[in-house]
């Protein structure tokens, strides 16, 4: 076997070049281990990651805080520090019960694994559910923002706002589901340089005031309505203003979800970012409202609320960050571009966070089996592509039905961040709760778990105030949608749980040896079908891999529904010299699976002992459109063949030219020529 | 061998009992084949069958040519005898014209073959999508003039016109997607009442016109707002008055498709319904024109057309068949509503005739290959019912389109119908001058040749002319959809069947003795791998079968996701003492498919002469919504694995006890029992 042939040399050179051509379909370009584990982040490169969610945050929250207390009227804005000092409290109080929180479970299942862990499954359906909801509209409320900036900064795009964000969500799924991986440090830009343009912002608008040169915003001259309100809507009205502004603490949770990327020492730098990022949070939301008030920012609800606004219906206020920045830095100015663009950048960027969170959630619910399994299978490019769809989807219709209003789209959100807050600090306290039973005697450590037991017991009442908060104040503003959506998604999620369960009951054994028991220990006998409708080269390639099969017994079987072609075929199939015995079944109802169907009924009727394999020719094709056009009969074929006890189906697969779209390969072989050794079909593709 | 244990005794009665069930599961409550022969029709039953779409438009067209004549104000009802006349004599030309094709092309193919025959593919297939777009117009059409006739009787129901057209046509999909076959009957008693009751009408009517009491319609008050009309616009009129009264005309071709359900002589009983039908629709035609001139029914495209209606914008006008059978009986007497019950009732007989007509001609394309063979599949009641779901979505669209307003619609209709009369008549007139070149001698038969010639040269002229007026007269109004869609329809099929053709060169042989060269006479060496996730009865089940088909070797593989997982497995495995060898692939990704694409992809490197079985276990659930939580990973495998060189799947079913919704079964064997002769699953079921 030293000297081979000519022939056999060149054979082993096509195969190897097969195999290098299918492995590299296979593998596509080769992604490394490393890009699937991610590179693990310094803390330089997890803040901007991280933090993108909550730092974007306060390119909305400061408006909206302002704006509802403009329904008041100006005098209102006397309220807007204590207003802010409220939200900037509940973000630390926040961020505190967080690090506890990160270093309790570094696993980053985050709220849902401490609800889950200590509150039970339900609770942890809940907090998944809520979860799930927000970061649909952390999506929905990143780009409405996002694009509010942008028509901002060019008013002319202002008709096509609902395109625009479709567009941005549609840009963001194409670009997740093609699993874009190298995120970390172009997340790194934007994010640091919009802490910076922000910061110099309000840096310069603060001198300028000390300096006797305050900025005045292009909204400063307009009065406003001011609605009448008894004391008790005084009271509601300022709740509102703070449950807007809660909106600066969405994303907070991001880091405790993502503590695995950390590099070591994990907790403590997912800590120590975690306080940077509550810091830098805090002095910019801070800083943007003292700027607003100072500049005199009139930004309401609705343009016609403004008195001195000349055509109102037609015309679109700009963002209260674009106003600033246009006071600050000169309208159209350089630094007014630079702010606008990197709002929006940042804005993108904390959508497109949610768009890793959901489809990961995702398949940790299914892993978990509350979830379709679908939604743990990862696609061609290696991310959850069933997840990212239904997310993606899911932002859009939200953006469609409210018009990517902003203000609109805002009321529903936050309810679902502070019902998986409250949930993950009601847990954290029966945390340190079970292990102060569990340490009745070491005095130093229950001192210890004791002042951690008081902080998330803080967070846990303050999250769940401010929850109750929250849902009175928006519920009729449209937060109900969210009520009424998450029961639904928690009571589908232990449906599907239930039926999992049943499913996983019906397939298992109860011992090794009762599954020892059913497997045949040696052969019986088994039958084989080839089903044939006319002499071609799929039929063929099945018949030749049922006789390489080798069954205990091989018949082909035409079901004739024109006498016509089934005469032609009996004819070539003498011809051929074809030795498997060929049965024609008659089909008075022109129909084909009905006869197929008797006749292996009957036949396992008679043969009980044995199985019957049925083989079918497949068409693989390289094009959409072409499975319209193919593989129905098929189909249909198979789901009934199935159903009849002791039958399997072998399919056989022919590859249309068409589908050499779906990898560039060689000519491919013929069915007899692959195992004869022939490499190349002749006379095609290869002159 | 002859005196049976009890064990085998009870084994062989589940075995004849399974077969049993098995068996009422597949064909049904059974259909004996005369049921889809469908009983041969006598002329009495044939003509409702196939009449009822040509004398329902009796309802409609007389209504439509008053109303256009109307525009130009009352005067110009005195054009309205001539253009009647028009119509009539274009009738009884199209009946005599057709009388020469039943007898000519008696295989039922009707103007689609003739054309296909005599004037190429082209010109068939321009035909064949005529067809299609005016089978759907049938049923907008038919639908929304027996809605107008429902609401005319009970005018209450006014506000859900759309919504009541869409549900008759939901109604008759329902209907025919269960497969309703005794249908002929169902059709005589509404026809026949339908023709005596406006029989009855139209001669009451005349009778008390010459007993000098004329019956007063409701609408005779009203005056009409003339448009003023250049000459031209007078003549533009009247011939888009003789163009919607042309849709008197459809439905005249059903019988040339019906021509096999004739009992014998086919042809003649054929050609004498034909004939009948002719003389009925003309003399319910003409009555109506005469009695609604008489009773003065003065029908307006838009009721704000009308001098002296009060409240006009919601004032809806009755039907032209309601106001002269109000004036005719009095209003809501009795033979009103029988009116109005029957011509409803004609009208969605009408339409059910299209929903027949439409899958037919989709299936017969399909087999021409002009359509996707999946037209030419029938579902589980042994209708075609692909192309039933196509044609009443197509029916639905139309209608929520346009409002389901009948004088909108009826713009489109009648432009395929004479499309293909067009056609079939310049087809016959081809197939006539071949006859005649052939029979050059024989002087007898020349003239009688000559004379259906001449008959068929006058119907091709004169409907070609009408298709030229109706085009004119109805482009702008909306039928240049009916000419945009037309070509794409067409040049689609004619995709298609290219697309077919240049797959069937793929696959064919060029001889016999290619394909017995191919065909390898004898086994080579063949290896099964059997995906192995977890030891579960489905897992098992699918070993079980790979070892009873005893290949040339076997080997479980399982890609190992997590160590815990595996080495459960691998525990498992040396518990239950498989003796199957078991392949652990790694997989850094946590993915199934690359790690076994690339075992495959070497295995076959190293093995090039054999192929290779892969055993994928498959669920079958009976519930659709659990197709959404199975089955996912295992089909993206059965996708990706069938694009390997050498790689055949074999899917071995495992029915979920929610199956057995599919049919009702015994209690399933378990998978080593079936073969056992253990009938039944012990402690499930059966306790």
């Not at 709220?111 to 979860?131: C, F, I, P, Q, T």
């Not at 990212?388 to 902003?406: C, D, Y």
Request: aromatic share 8%; charged share 15%; hydrophobic share 50%.
């Amino acid at each position: 076997m030293h000297t081979q042939s000519p022939h056999e040399q060149s054979r082993r050179r096509a195969l190897d070049e097969d195999t290098r051509t299918t492995k590299r379909w296979i593998i596509g370009e080769p992604l490394p281990s490393d890009k699937l584990e991610g590179q693990l982040l310094s803390k330089r490169l997890a803040l901007p990651v991280f933090a993108s969610d909550a730092l974007s945050s306060v390119a909305y929250a400061p408006q909206e805080l302002l704006m509802i207390l403009l329904v008041g009227g100006l005098s209102f804005l006397t309220f807007a520090p204590w207003v802010a000092a409220a939200v900037v409290f509940l973000l630390i109080v926040v961020v505190v019960s967080f690090r506890q929180l990160v270093r309790a479970y570094p696993s980053g299942g985050g709220d849902y694994e401490v609800a889950h862990r200590n509150l039970g499954r339900r609770a942890g359906v809940v907090v998944a559910s809520a979860l799930l909801v927000d970061y649909v509209l952390t999506v929905a409320v990143s780009v409405a923002s996002g694009v509010d900036n942008i028509l901002s900064a060019v008013p002319e795009l202002g008709p096509y706002r609902v395109e625009h964000a479709v567009g941005c969500v549609a840009a963001l799924a194409a670009i997740n589901l093609r699993g874009v991986r190298e995120s970390s440090k172009a997340f790194a830009a934007p994010t640091y340089l919009f802490v910076a343009s922000i910061g110099i912002m309000v840096a310069v608008g603060l001198i300028r005031t000390l300096a006797g040169d305050p900025p005045i915003a292009e909204s400063a001259q307009y009065g406003v309505q001011a609605e009448s309100l008894t004391q008790a809507g005084i009271v509601l009205l300022i709740l509102r203003s703070f449950a807007s502004g809660c909106s600066a603490l969405t994303g907070v949770e991001a880091i405790s979800n993502g503590i695995p990327a950390f590099k070591k020492p994990k907790v403590r730098n997912a800590q120590q970012t975690l306080v940077w990022m509550g810091a830098i949070a805090i002095a910019l939301f801070v800083g943007l409202i003292a700027v607003a008030l100072v500049s005199g920012v009139h930004y309401a609800e609705d343009a016609c609320h403004l008195v001195g606004v000349a055509t109102c219906e037609s015309a679109t206020q700009r963002s209260l960050i674009a106003q600033i920045a246009s006071a600050t830095f000169g309208n159209n100015s350089v630094l007014f571009y630079v702010v606008q663009a990197t709002t929006a950048a940042v804005l993108l960027l904390a959508a497109n966070t949610a768009f890793n969170g959901f489809p990961m959630l995702g398949a940790i619910l299914a892993r978990d089996s509350y979830a379709p399994k679908a939604l743990n299978t990862r696609g061609d490019r290696l991310v959850y592509s069933n997840g990212m769809l239904v997310h993606s989807l899911s932002a859009i219709v939200l953006l469609v039905v409210f018009q990517a209003r902003l203000t609109s789209l805002i009321q529903l959100y936050i309810i679902g961040v502070f019902v998986s807050f409250s949930l993950g600090q009601i847990g954290m306290v029966v945390h340190w709760l079970r292990a102060l039973r569990k340490l009745r005697s070491r005095q130093s450590v229950r001192r210890v778990i004791l002042g951690r037991l008081a902080i998330n017991g803080l967070g846990a009442a303050m999250t769940a105030s401010v929850l109750v908060v929250v849902t009175v104040t928006k519920f009729t503003h449209g937060a109900w949608i969210v009520f009424a959506i998450m029961p639904v998604l928690s009571l589908g999620m232990l449906a599907i749980h239930r039926y999992y369960g049943s499913v996983q009951r019906e397939t298992r054994y109860g011992t090794v040896e009762a599954a020892a028991e059913e497997v045949a220990s040696q052969p019986v006998g088994d039958h084989a079908i080839v089903l044939m409708g006319i002499l071609q080269r799929p039929t063929v390639k099945a018949l030749d891999y049922a006789i390489a099969a080798d069954h205990a017994s091989l018949e082909a079987v035409h079901v004739s529904i024109d006498a016509e072609s089934t005469a032609a075929l009996q004819t070539a199939w003498v011809d051929a010299g074809l030795s498997t015995p060929l049965r024609i079944l008659p089909s008075p109802y022109r129909d084909v699976v009905t006869p197929l169907l008797r006749y292996l009924v009957t036949r396992r009727h008679e043969h009980p002992d044995e199985i019957v394999t049925v083989y079918l020719p497949q068409y693989i094709v390289g094009r959409w459109w072409e499975n319209l056009l193919h593989n129905h009969r098929a189909n249909r074929l198979r789901q009934k063949l199935l159903l009849v006890e002791g039958v399997s189906i072998t399919l056989v697969p022919w590859l249309l030219e068409s589908s050499s779209r779906l990898y560039r390969r060689a000519p491919r072989p013929l069915p007899g020529h692959e195992r004869a050794g022939i490499p190349l079909r002749p006379g095609r593709k290869k002159s």
